[in-house]
Each structure stands twice: as structure tokens, then as C-alpha cells.
């Protein structure tokens, strides 16, 4: 099955710091997705984004299909920002995510 | 607001007990799926269902089972829970078309 793996596995930040998360894939994918999952567990779909760049407040997303990976970047981090973020991928064959181990990201004030 | 409801939230059974944990969606999505988060991993996928009556295997799915009797609703039973099966459960769904995925809140399960 198709590969994702996520860097770094660990992040800690001032409040203020921008970052960057990376996602690699190991096939083409029919789509990507960043999800944010909070201290208390809840897991939040940020971006769907199989191509291209989106934009949503401090937090934006780039995927580059033919190369296979996607960026996650956070600017003017906040402690709200903590937990931890996740890259799934479709495969092309239906819609079965398969997910990354995750970057745990800690904001400290 | 359309919501995805788990539960029960936090369950704690013993060995060779039959266990069923409940998703309930008012998305009118077609597609549900059941994942299992480990300590410190990624999700992991269970079954998922692309409608009613249509159910499938995922990567891990030895000693669990699905049934999809209407659109809202997937339960997902541990036939005979094992300690292996301690885990954090997420059912999530999504519209065929775009995919993205709405989870619940997640069912906290302890296998003693």
C-alpha cells in the first residue's frame, strides 16, 4: 500500500514562530488531506488539498502531486496551535484514506 | 448542525466479551468509515461502508465486523475483545464526491 510519511515527528515553538510540517508520498493520490488533532483528542479536517495552495488565516497548505509531497505551513503560532497534525492520502482507487504518523507540535508562550 | 456522534465515550470491558461501539451521522453522508488510533501512532483503518448494505474490509480488520442498515448509522462490533483491540475508536464520513472526512469525538476503549 501507499506510503505517507510525515517530518518532524516533534516540534516545539515560542509563540510567534512560523513552521513548516512536510508530508511525502510514496504513489499518486487523488487527494490530500491535513487534519489538526487537539489536546483533547478531536481530530479537525484543515485542508483538502490534492494540488496547489490554500489558504485558510495563519494557516496555509501546498501540495506538488507530481513530486509528491505536500506542505503545511503555520505562521504567527499560537498555544491554541498545539497538538497534532496529520497527512492523509487517497489512493486512486477509491476513498480510503491512509494516514501518517503524525508531527507533534507544542507552542509554548 | 449536521454532527457525527460516537458512543459510548469511554468503555472499559474484559477479554471475551462481545463489545459494540456506535456511530451515528446527520450528514446524510454515504460513506462512513471506522479507524483505531494507537498511543502515539496515526489512524488505522478498520472497515468503511460506501452505502447501505455495502461493507468492506480495512487494514486491520481481524476480530472486527460492521453492518450498514441505513445511511445513518455504522456500529462496529468486537466479536471477542482482546487486549490488542485497547485503542481510541474514530468513525468519520464523507460525501462521495469531495472526500473530506468529518470525524467524531473519538470512544476511549480498555480491554482488561
Known sequence: ?????????????????NSTLRCNFSDSVNNLQWFHQNPWGQLI???YIPSG?????????????????????ISSSQTTDSGVYFCAVEETSGSRLTFGEGTQLTVNP | D??????PRHKIT????????????TWNHN???WYRQDLGHGLRLIHYSYGVHDTNKGEVSDG???SRSNTEDLPLTLESAASSQTSVYFCASSEWTSGIQYFGAGTRLSVL
Open chain 1, 1 to 17: 500500500g501507499i506510503q505517507v510519511e510525515q517530518s518532524p515527528p516533534d516540534l516545539i515553538l515560542q509563540e510567534g514562530a
Open chain 2, 14 to 25: 474484559e477479554t471475551g466479551r462481545q463489545v459494540t461501539l456506535a456511530c451515528h451521522q
Open chain 1, 53 to 73: 495552495t490554500k489558504q485558510n488565516g495563519r494557516l496555509s497548505a501546498t501540495t506538488v502531486a507530481t513530486e509528491r509531497y505536500s506542505l503545511l505551513y
Open chain 2, 64 to 66: 472486527y465486523s460492521v
Open chain 2, 2 to 7: 449536521a454532527e457525527i456522534t460516537q458512543s
Open chain 2, 31 to 33: 460513506n462512513m468509515f
Open chain 1, 45 to 47: 479536517n484543515l485542508f
